[in-house]
């Protein structure tokens, strides 16, 4: 995942470990031989329209919304067909009143109309206060939920893992962050929750009071799932 600071100075580029404390808490419960948390990939001002989201503060989302406001006001002086005006004049009065392209919410059809166009503010935005900015750890953990990502968790082993993937991703294209071998011979994913995981005090507990659940290829993977992959090799 790639995350565009946009008027945010004091995080430097890069990758950056998401320093989730729920991570920390399994690898007190299971043994491993390393901890690896989920990465986000931080990059600058010049990359709004290829990041997946946007980590800005108050005083800077003006100068960002105005950068698709200008965008639109150009286009609308080309003489666009009756549709496409249509759609851009909402989003400007959208911009004007401090929404994103994103939470304007374009029907099917109007993002249709304007699928040539690359919009800046069409992805999460996610607003930093100044006491978050002093913390940064923490607000990449944040921001990275507020952008509509979750994590899984692989333990025992090698290591114990939290994979990022999108909110709403099944089990069967979680497999895929892992291996696209552990996809194509997927037969289930066993599953415990995080909160059971913890109330039982580690994975072999959890399973012994049966909390561990078998789901199908289209399961709806819930954050922090514990999960294990069967699959045919």
Not at 37 to 54: F, H, K, M, N, P
Not at 170 to 193: N, P, V
Request: with cysteine; hydrophobic share 40%; glycine share 6%.
């Amino acid at each position: 995942m790639k995350f565009c600071l946009f008027g945010i100075r004091g995080i430097p580029l890069g990758k950056h470990n998401l320093k989730d404390p729920r991570l920390d808490q399994a690898d007190k419960l299971v043994e491993a031989q390393k901890k690896t948390y989920a990465q986000v990939e931080v990059v600058g001002e010049s990359e709004t329209l290829t990041s997946d989201a946007i980590l800005t503060t108050r005083s800077a989302l003006a100068d960002l919304l105005t950068k698709d406001l200008d965008f639109i006001e150009a286009r609308l002086g080309r003489d666009p067909s009756p549709a496409e005006k249509t759609v851009l004049e909402k989003l400007a009065e959208a911009l004007v009143s401090e929404r994103t392209v994103l939470q304007h919410g374009l029907t099917p059809e109007e993002l249709q109309t304007v699928a040539a166009h690359n919009f800046h503010t069409h992805k999460p935005v996610i607003v930093a206060d100044e006491a978050e900015l002093t913390a940064p750890d923490a607000l990449l953990v944040h921001a990275f939920k507020e952008a509509g990502w979750i994590s899984f968790l692989t333990v025992g082993g090698k290591e114990n893992r939290a994979w990022p993937i999108r909110q709403g991703t099944t089990a069967w294209e979680a497999a895929g962050t892992i291996h696209s071998d552990i996809q194509k011979g997927f037969i289930r994913a066993e599953i415990i929750s995080f909160a059971d995981f913890l109330a039982a005090g580690g994975e072999t507990e959890a399973k012994r009071a049966g909390k561990q659940r078998l789901e199908q290829k289209a399961y709806v993977m819930q954050d922090y799932d514990l999960t294990n992959f069967r699959f045919n090799k």
